[in-house]
């Protein structure tokens, strides 16, 4: 589609932003820890002040490789077959990244468990002798619900298989201080690590949180911090042009100012991994106070003509992987206009350089934003919510069950109120479930995907599909994030981040549960616990969301999905009520030339239709801009007249067409579209009336 801005280069677009960056000293203060580049009042000050250790954290771990790399011979010559990470969020997506990379063979396999999915924790007890198997408890605060869980199974499965000084084979990753500390102390664990408390979980890929796991699988953990103390001294450099993260971060900030805010990564197929670790530092930091950058990774690359102009793209390339036919799809983004910014790694090991280069970038992004990135004010709402639905069940109480609107044999629909007020959905249910989420996007939002399902081959595979479908029928950015990994990363964005996203979180029921040792709930309920929490704080956030809970087993329910999504009916195909019923009768009496000998059903089998979407009826307006939408059946043109001033021609996109309303003045206004159908006559849809503040 076409662009409303070419941007093609992204640091000559920036070039005020960098400017300021200059004006302000940001690297210097930066490394003087001055809190005052995001916030000034006492509480936010205090926050920030602590929360900045990742600054000199490569040039503290260089001191500790040595230990590191003994500790990860000791745990392989005592005969260690797997190291299976239990922790969330920080803990375990740097892991996830490093075991994806650097598994070196003859070294324990590392496994990065991050779920509570009965399924998932089945697999991958399934996968390991928990007798020869180093579990790795990580958690900074040392209470996270998921790991503490999951500690509980699987030392209840050591002693059940007797065996001997169970604790040997348990590590803690933790805080100073924290009941994970005593927990470990007190049940023998092998080693504690205790990691510097002024370094939040999302900023601790270079301290012990990452390079315990990394050091366990095998990794040269002294070339991993020699690339990322290389690039802590770049980005010491006072000219942001000459700063690597300061550069990228300004980028961001920038772009995401100018409307794109969706940060598009593209990663070597061997490093793909690491764009979740950057989704969740990227959108956990930035998505609050009604801002935030959203990270799109893993998203299959399409052609320029597919994207709206709200991406901004990253490309990452890794010396000596063959020219792809990626490279023909990324030149021609260039070449439409689509600024992409190019990162270079001379090999796997440079990752060490783009944790810090990427940590750097996102505080100085939440500095051109205005926001303090370094907390998380809106993750709280979820796990309230969760421990509630908890509580009821160990105090032997039944929480109370959500009543689906719509349920058949394949799944059951909830939506939230801000989702159930749009007229224009209320018919799709059955035939095209997703349509419902689909019907309520705007120009420029993104579509998230949120999955409480377990990660097999085949799961994994229809996601990936189902994803493909939704993106292709929106031409939206769309975003995919298991349950309940995400409300530890991209949770933060949805619910503290701008309105411009639409919520599908898919649920399933258990195959087969796992009971959690010492509670009176299961794996299955907790999960169940944690995606009803998270639907109720959106939902609490006057988001657009729905949720979709699955019947029979997940991978054939997304099948069926799928097929439902990916051959939707055709528009008055559905029960059609509300204005389009009453403009379709209109249509009909302009068409109709003898009168019903019978009285009979005056809605016409016609499918033409011409809507004023948004503003709603009555919708109180209180920007200067708004972006009208229109719906309308396959036409030649589509035009509005606002207070029956001349017409103005609307624009198509994303199944759409829209008129940019902006400089209006206050008051009540009506609004009027017609359309030019393919013939050469018009159909005028009903009058909407907003109001103006």
């Known amino acids: 589609m076409p662009l409303n801005k070419i941007i093609s280069d992204p640091v000559r677009a920036s070039a005020g932003t960098l400017k300021e960056m200059q004006d302000s000293s940001f690297a210097a203060r930066l490394w003087r820890k001055d809190p005052e580049l995001w916030k000034k009042d006492a509480a936010n000050k205090k926050q920030i002040s602590g929360a900045l250790g990742w600054l000199d954290i490569p040039f503290k771990m260089a001191l500790k490789a040595k230990e590191l790399e003994s500790f990860a011979l000791e745990i392989k010559n005592a005969g260690f077959t797997h190291a299976l990470l239990m922790g969330m969020g920080g803990s375990s997506l740097a892991p996830e990244v ?24 089945g697999l991958a007890a399934g996968e390991i002798n928990p007798d020869k198997t180093l579990f790795i408890f990580a958690s900074k605060s040392g209470g996270t619900i998921e790991p503490s869980s999951q500690f509980k199974y699987f030392w209840d499965l050591l002693k059940k298989n007797r065996t001997p000084r169970p604790g040997s084979r ?14 470990a102390r007190d049940s023998g664990f092998r080693r504690i ?22 050091a366990v699988c095998g990794a040269d953990i002294g070339k991993l911090l020699e690339r990322a103390a290389a690039a802590a001294n770049l980005c010491k450099a006072t000219k942001p042009a000459e700063n690597p993260g300061v550069l990228l971060g300004a980028l961001m900030g920038a772009m995401a100012l100018e409307g794109r805010d969706k940060l598009t990564l593209i990663m070597p197929k061997k490093l793909e991994a690491f764009s979740l670790w950057v989704e969740q530092l990227v959108a956990e930091s930035t998505g609050k106070e009604g801002k ?12 320029p003509d597919k994207y709206q102009d709200d991406r901004f793209f990253v490309l990452a390339r890794l010396a000596g992987d063959e020219e792809s036919a990626a490279d023909k799809k990324i030149e021609a983004l260039r070449e439409a206009g689509h600024p992409v910014y190019e990162i270079s790694l001379a090999d796997p090991y440079d990752l060490g350089g783009e944790f810090f280069r990427w940590e750097v970038a996102t505080a100085a992004a939440g500095a051109v934003l205005g926001i303090n990135p370094f907390d998380q004010p809106d993750v709280q709402a979820a796990k309230t919510l969760t421990l509630s639905a908890l509580s009821e069940m160990s105090a032997g109480r039944k929480p109370r069950a959500a ?32 349509g419902r989420a689909l019907s309520a996007l705007k120009e420029r939002e993104y579509l998230g995907l949120l999955a409480y399902l377990p990660d097999t081959p085949a799961v994994r595979q229809e996601l990936k599909k189902l994803r493909e479908t939704l993106k292709s029928r929106a031409s939206s950015a769309t975003l995919m994030s298991y349950g309940p990994r995400y409300l530890h990363s991209s949770g933060q964005l949805h619910k503290g981040g701008p309105d411009n996203a639409v919520f599908i979180i898919l649920t399933h029921d258990a195959v087969k549960d796992i009971i959690i040792p010492g509670e009176k709930y299961t794996f299955w309920q907790l999960e169940m616990a944690q995606a009803q929490g998270d639907f109720e704080a959106l939902d609490a956030k006057k988001r657009r969301a729905i949720r979709l809970h699955l019947k029979g087993l997940p991978a054939v329910s997304l099948s069926h999905l799928n097929a439902m999504s990916s051959k939707p009916e055709k528009p008055g195909s559905n029960k059609i009520e509300g204005e389009e019923r009453e403009m379709l009768r209109l249509a009909s009496k302009k068409t109709t030339t003898a009168k019903p000998t019978t009285k009979t059903d005056t809605t016409p089998v016609s499918n033409e239709y011409v809507v004023v979407d948004y503003p709603e009826t009555l919708e109180t307006i209180t920007s200067r801009h708004y972006s009208v939408r229109i719906g309308a059946c396959d036409c030649a043109s589509v035009e509005i007249s606002v207070d029956d001033q001349p017409w103005h021609t609307c624009r198509y996109s994303v199944g759409f067409w829209w008129y940019d309303w902006n400089n209006f003045a206050p008051g009540t206004h009506q609004l009027v579209a017609r359309m030019r159908k393919r013939t050469g006559e018009y159909l005028i849809s009903k009058r909407r009336r907003c109001r103006v503040i």
């Open 98 to 121: 490093i075991s994806s990379v650097f598994q070196k063979p003859g070294f324990p396999r590392l496994i990065v468990l991050d779920t509570t999915d009965p399924g998932w924790i």
């Open 170 to 183: 348990f590590i803690a990753i933790t805080d100073a201080g924290t009941s994970l500390e005593k927990l």
């Open 193 to 214: 690590f205790t990691n510097p408390s002024d370094i939040g979980g999302r900023f601790s890929a270079l301290s012990y949180f990452g390079l315990v796991p990394a």
């Open 292 to 303: 935030g950058i959203v990270p799109v990774c893993q998203e299959e690359l399409s052609g």
């Open 403 to 434: 009543v689906p609107e719509f349920s058949n044999g394949s799944f059951s629909m909830f939506s939230s109120a801000a989702l159930k007020s749009r007229p224009e959905v209320e018919s799709l249910y059955g035939s095209d479930p997703l």
